[in-house]
T-cell receptor, first 113, second 113 residues
């Protein structure tokens, strides 16, 4: 079946720099996408979402970009802080799905001083 | 506001033992889910429920059973635990069919010896 995301790589970022985390999806029928943050020993926390009729959405220090042409989703974190160290993963929902999501494995972000 | 609460947080079982994981949500959500999270992999859906009294199989249902006798609770049972069921289990809930993110609990870490 179709799946979302990457194997679990690590992104090392210096404090204060911007982070970019990528996610490839393969289901062209997906119409809703979410980024989650998961800290060690915790459950996934919602960061930001985007619908397929949008290309970009901004939140507080985070921006999600959606490129439907190449089926690519990215999360940008501005001025990365030590508290941003976590695993980040994307999720997608197909348009004909009532509430089933496919999840990527995630990217480990490590913020260095 | 507690959100989604999972009990227990940790458990060690011997092969063949049984146990029940409890998920409770206080958001009056219709949909509830059980996932397992294994290293290097995205969340995989075990079972889900679209309302009180209903349950359905997800992607990896074998060896698990569920019940949703009350809207706020979703129970996951292991009748005869196997080492392959060692994992972190997450419960999630969702308010409805619209484009909105799931809310997750903090997980149950289960080891089967």
């Amino acid at each position: 079946g179709e799946s979302v995301g990457l194997h679990l790589p690590t992104l090392s970022v210096q404090e204060g720099d911007n982070s970019i985390i990528n996610c490839a999806y393969s289901n062209s029928a997906s119409d809703y996408f979410i980024w989650y943050k998961q800290e060690s020993g915790k459950g996934p926390q919602f960061i930001i979402d985007i619908r397929s009729n949008m290309d970009k959405r901004q939140g507080q220090r985070v921006t999600v970009l959606l490129n439907k042409t190449v089926k690519h989703l990215s999360l940008q974190i501005a001025a990365t802080q030590p508290g941003d160290s976590a695993v980040y993963f994307c999720a997608e929902k197909a348009a004909d799905s009532w509430g089933k999501f496919q999840f990527g494995a995630g990217t480990q972000v490590v913020v260095t001083p | 506001n507690a959100g989604v609460t999972q009990t227990p947080k940790f458990r060690v079982l011997k092969t063949g033992q049984s146990m029940t994981l409890l998920c409770a949500q206080d958001m009056n959500h219709e949909y509830m889910y059980w996932y397992r999270q294994d290293p290097g992999m995205g969340l995989r859906l075990i079972h889900y429920s679209v309302g009180e009294g209903t349950t359905a199989k997800g992607e990896v249902p074998d060896g698990y059973n569920v019940s949703r006798l009350k809207k706020q609770n979703f129970l996951l049972g292991l009748e005869s635990a196997a080492p392959s069921q060692t994992s972190v289990y997450f419960c999630a809930s969702l308010g409805g069919r619209g484009k909105q993110p799931q809310h997750f609990g903090d997980g149950t870490r289960l080891s089967i010896l």
